[in-house]
Nanobody, 123 residues
Framework: QVLLVDSGGGLVQAGGSLRLSCIAS????????MGWFRQAPGKEREFVAA????????YYADSVKGRFTISRDNAKNAVYLQMNSLKPEDTAVYYC????????????????WGQGTQVTVSS
């Protein structure tokens, strides 16, 4: 089992920045990639970004390319999501997740999930 603890959400004005953190523990040797997803009220959970556990590859949704950056810290078993130029439409609960599968953009491919952290962007 993998335990994920995500944090770093908050309230920010449009154009501002936030950094989300996710710390993994447990059977991390089974992880192929870590991803961030988000879910706004009344909407389905959507892919935001992912990084392979090795850190060699990153993936982004078109809606966040050029604004968000995902990164890894091997020593801390951590994954970060740096979010810049935030927009009101980025408002959602953000979840980190881990997967042992190579298709990293589908939420149903992920095995373990953090508890979620709220990001609210005011206009």
């Amino acid at each position: 089992q993998v335990l994920l603890v995500d944090s770093g959400g908050g309230l920010v004005q449009a154009g501002g920045s936030l950094r989300l953190s996710c710390i993994a523990s447990g059977r991390t040797f089974s992880i192929y990639a870590m991803g961030w997803f988000r879910q706004a009220p009344g909407k389905e959970r959507e892919f935001v970004a992912a990084v392979t556990w090795s850190g060699s590859s990153t993936y982004y949704a078109d809606s966040v390319k050029g604004r968000f950056t995902i990164s890894r810290d091997n020593a801390k078993n951590a994954v970060y999501l740096q979010m810049n130029s935030l927009k009101p439409e980025d408002t959602a609960v953000y979840y980190c997740a881990s997967t042992s599968r190579v298709i990293v953009t589908r939420p149903d491919n992920y095995d373990y999930w953090g508890q979620g952290t709220q990001v609210t962007v005011s206009s």
